[in-house]
């Protein structure tokens, strides 16, 4: 028997949550696992953290984090996987990565835990979609995306692999060393090793509400992918440079010798129109690109938290503060003068108050945001 942590993130799902527990709730019974649920409301504007509250009033296994906003999914994911991390102690833990409308059958988390029980080798299960129920052109276009991401990069990307996964809480604790600001799961997930079994399974229909990722999203979602993942755009615009030079070079020489050979040769004014718009052209694409890389590079050093936590349930309060929350013993050396400002292993930033040294106590730290300034954290040795 192991104990299952099922991270949901949810956003404007409220007619899909009960349901989608009871469903949970008639699985773990067939399955002699012991569940238990955190929910993400990411910002949702349809009452979904009250039904998350109700759901909890009667349910003593349901914590609940409500973000200030929508942060989006993997923001979701972060705050959930951080809860899980908390307080485990056995190695039949595992945490799982699930939608909350229901299109992942909960059926499969029990398969993916009896899969971690009997092969202790394996760390963590993807699920990944037999068949894509899409239409052929978001197929190809998906296909294409992978293709493109896994040759591009270093890190490998299997095909069709959906965030829906469970993993030892050894494999959570490694993604949650990634402190990135532009989060993309996919290649976190990777990125960190460990040996992953990669499971089929069949995506059922949404049961309230539509998807909200539109063609725009998913293409943005793809560039952060990629973005994040490789840097291979910036050498295709180097080697784009190359070959336009070596061309031009060749231009060149023709005309010296054409005109050396021949006389001078007037006409040629749309050809040099032609060329000033294509070199143009092709230096605003590689300064969107580069510009890419430097914008990420701009909002990874601003160091901001990627969620404002509003209300918890089931967290005590002085936790729920998740970007900014300090409760351990300090692990590494945070070094500085009292009163600048340090990121931790985990991003995690502030003041310093008092000089803290590896492995102590902290007494006492002031958070670095806005949004909570003058607020001062306890740390709590565990
Ligand atoms: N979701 C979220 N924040 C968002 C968008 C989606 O937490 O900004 C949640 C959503 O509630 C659902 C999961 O992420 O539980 C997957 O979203 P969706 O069903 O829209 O995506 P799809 O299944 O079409 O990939
Ligand atoms: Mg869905």
């Given amino acids: 028997m192991s104990k299952i942590t099922l991270v949901i993130p949810a956003y404007n799902e409220k007619q899909n949550i009960g349901p989608f527990l ?26 979904t953290f009250d039904e998350i509250s109700r759901l909890a009033g009667s349910n003593s296994n349901i914590r609940g984090i409500k973000f200030s ?25 595992y945490t799982v990565i ?4 229901l299109q992942q059958d909960p059926k499969y988390v029990v398969q993916m835990a009896n899969f971690l029980d009997n092969n202790p080798d394996y760390d963590c299960v993807a699920c990944y979609q037999k068949d894509r129920k899409e239409s052929g052109f978001m197929k190809f276009m998906k296909k294409r995306f992978y293709k493109m991401i896994d040759e591009s990069s270093d890190t490998h990307f299997e095909e069709n692999v959906s965030d829906f996964r469970m993993m030892r809480m050894e494999m959570v604790e490694a993604v949650l060393q990634l402190g990135e600001y532009h989060r993309f799961s996919k ?16 995506v059922e229909e949404r049961l309230h509400g539509t ?13 952060d992918g990629i973005i994040g993942f490789s840097t291979a755009p910036l050498r295709a615009s180097t080697w784009l440079g190359i070959i336009t030079s070596v061309v031009a070079l ?37 300064l969107g690109i580069m510009g890419e890389y430097i ?70 730290v002031q958070d670095g945001s806005d949004d909570y300034d003058n607020t001062e954290f306890k740390w709590e040795k565990i």
């Fill in 22 to 47: 009871n469903r949970c709730q008639d699985v773990e019974k067939e399955s002699g696992h012991r569940f238990s649920y955190v929910f993400i409301d990411d910002g949702s504007g349809d009452g």
């Fill in 69 to 93: 906003r929508n942060f989006g999914k993997e923001a979701g994911i972060l705050a959930g996987l951080r809860e899980c991390v908390k307080d485990y102690n056995s190695q039949h833990e």
């Fill in 98 to 101: 699930i939608d909350a409308d």
């Fill in 187 to 202: 290649g976190i997930f990777s990125w960190v090793g460990f040996n992953t079994y990669y499971m089929p399974y069949e």
């Fill in 211 to 223: 998807t909200t990722w539109t063609f725009s999203k998913l293409f943005k979602y793809g560039v």
């Fill in 250 to 286: 060749v231009l060149l020489l023709y005309s010296v010798i054409k005109t050396i050979a021949f006389g001078r040769d007037v006409p040629g004014f749309a050809t040099i129109v032609c060329l000033i718009l294509i070199m143009g052209g092709v230096q605003m694409i590689l």
């Fill in 295 to 364: 914008s990420r590079i701009f909002m990874e050093s601003k160091k901001r938290p990627i969620y404002i936590v509003k209300d918890t349930i089931g967290i005590s309060k002085d936790n729920s503060f998740s970007n900014n929350r300090f409760d351990k013993t300090v692990e590494g050396t945070i070094t500085g003068e009292t009163g600048n400002r340090f990121s931790d292993a985990d991003s995690r930033t502030g003041f310093i108050i008092n000089d803290i040294k590896k492995g102590e106590e902290v007494p006492e």
